[in-house]
């Protein structure tokens, strides 16, 4: 048998799943990675500091307004930006019948094999 070798994004994903592990808002952090938004994008589009988002990354406590405001800002319904099945599948859905739903499949299927919904 031969051995896995982990490909950059992989690398990636499991390191999301460490930094975000005691985070009230993973599928925010999960949207971050699938549009490929930064902290310093996700404060430049919504005003939200990367301080905030970093605590929040941490376990710190969310103020569901500016949750709110996040959804509002990258068209997406607020309960998402909590759970990360519900993000998947709303993204799976508005991706259609589009090649990037089948990467989105693919992703979700990864992410419940590594147990990342919540």
């Not at 508005?94 to 589009?98: D, E, I, L, Q």
């Given at each position: 048998m031969s051995e896995y070798h982990y490909t950059p994004?992989?690398?990636r994903l499991l390191r999301l799943l460490d930094k975000t592990k005691e985070s009230f808002v993973q599928g925010l952090f999960l949207m971050m990675y699938v549009k490929g938004k930064t902290m310093n994008d996700v404060e430049k589009d919504t005003g939200i500091s990367r301080q905030t988002l970093s605590k929040w990354r941490k376990g710190g406590n969310v103020m569901h307004v500016n949750v709110q405001k996040i959804s509002e800002v990258y068209g997406i319904d607020a309960i998402?930006?909590?759970?990360?099945?519900?993000?998947m599948i709303g993204e799976i859905a508005?991706?259609?019948?589009?090649v990037e739903s089948a990467s989105l499949k693919q992703l979700y299927s990864e992410l419940v094999y590594l147990g990342f919904e919540k």
């Open positions: 994004n992989d690398v998402e930006l909590y759970d990360t099945e519900m993000y508005r991706a259609g019948k589009s």
